[in-house]
């Protein structure tokens, strides 16, 4: 129909007009129906009432046994944190509690692997309380945090060999 009213040579000039014209209404309708995508609706269903910083710490003492009060723990850490940083075959570190009479030591029983992007290793832990209370033998995984802290995991009274 083109053809007609403007003559052969004038609708080839046109073509191009025509599909650059559509090509931009196609790009315009395409961006107003994705615009939606970007809005955000909260939903009172999915909205979370307590605040992001009301992350509850980490329980004290570091949960490695019922056998650590929090004096026991404080002193035993960095032993257990030197300990895992130590090269393979190193003696075991011993700690002591003169408050509460406990005393205990960390023996790493294996070499370093990665857990969460930090390094590890597996452990074993014996406890030795006051008055003659029974030996506590424990095994797990530590890792050596900055400073003199230790992250456990996988704690579990030790089974032997």
């Given at each position: 129909m083109v053809d007609l009213l403007l003559g052969e040579r004038d609708?080839?000039?046109?073509?191009p007009c025509v599909v650059a014209r559509s090509a931009a209404f196609a790009f315009a309708a395409a961006a107003l129906a994705l615009g939606g995508c970007s809005v955000s609706i909260p939903l009172p269903g999915f909205i979370d009432d307590q605040p992001t910083g009301?992350?509850?710490p980490k329980a004290e003492p570091?949960?490695?046994?019922?056998?650590?009060?929090?004096?026991d723990w404080r002193l035993a850490e960095p032993v257990l944190s030197a300990t895992l940083r130590a090269k393979d075959g190193d003696q075991p570190g011993a700690w002591s509690?003169?408050?509460t009479g406990t005393h205990g030591e960390f023996l790493a029983v294996?070499?370093?692997?990665?857990?969460?992007?930090h390094p590890c290793r597996a452990f074993v832990a014996?406890?030795?309380g006051k008055d003659g209370a029974p030996v506590k033998?424990?095994?797990?995984v530590?890792?050596?945090r900055e400073g003199e802290e230790a992250a456990v995991y996988d704690v579990s009274p030790w089974t032997g060999l």
């Open positions: 609708a080839y000039r046109l073509a009301s992350i509850k570091a949960a490695l046994s019922a056998a650590y009060d929090s004096g509690n003169p408050e294996a070499g370093s692997f990665e857990r969460d992007g014996r406890v030795v033998t424990l095994q797990g530590g890792c050596p």
